[in-house]
Nanobody, 132 residues
Framework: QVQLTESGGGSVQSGGSLRLSCAAS????????MGWFRQVPGKEREGVAI???????ILGDDVKRRFTISQDKTKNTVDLQMSDLDPEDTGMYYC??????????????????????????WGKGIQVTISS
């Protein structure tokens, strides 16, 4: 049984940094992608950062200059380094993994939202709160 366990969330002030980590266990097949999604109450879950098995990375438009994602395949971990945090970054952050991943974008009011088809597994989520 695949388990994705998030850690590192919490509360910081605007402009601060946080590092989220996801530990994966129970993989019985290779996963093409792993990554992080974010959800706020009343809104759909959207992609923040995705890393593929070949090393390619996709970042959401809102975080491109502030967040980075990295993966340690030997430890089955995926980390999200978040810098210059803004209250708009507040939400539940979920680790995710998929065996066959296809990224896509939805446009909502002129803003692009990242999604991924093919996510098979989700973590329980971890809260990140940014205060102004």
């Amino acid at each position: 049984q695949v388990q994705l366990t998030e850690s590192g969330g919490g509360s910081v002030q605007s402009g601060g940094s946080l590092r989220l980590s996801c530990a994966a266990s129970g993989f019985t097949a290779s996963h093409e992608c792993m990554g992080w999604f974010r959800q706020v109450p009343g809104k759909e879950r959207e992609g923040v950062a995705i890393i593929f098995d070949d090393g390619n990375i996709i970042l959401g438009d809102d975080v491109k200059r502030r967040f980075t994602i990295s993966q340690d395949k030997t430890k089955n971990t995926v980390d999200l380094q978040m810098s210059d945090l803004d209250p708009e970054d507040t939400g539940m952050y979920y680790c995710a993994a998929g065996r066959s991943c296809t990224p896509y974008y939805n446009t909502d009011g002129g803003r692009r939202q990242l999604g991924v088809y093919g996510i098979d597994n989700w973590g329980k989520g971890i809260q990140v709160t940014i205060s102004s």
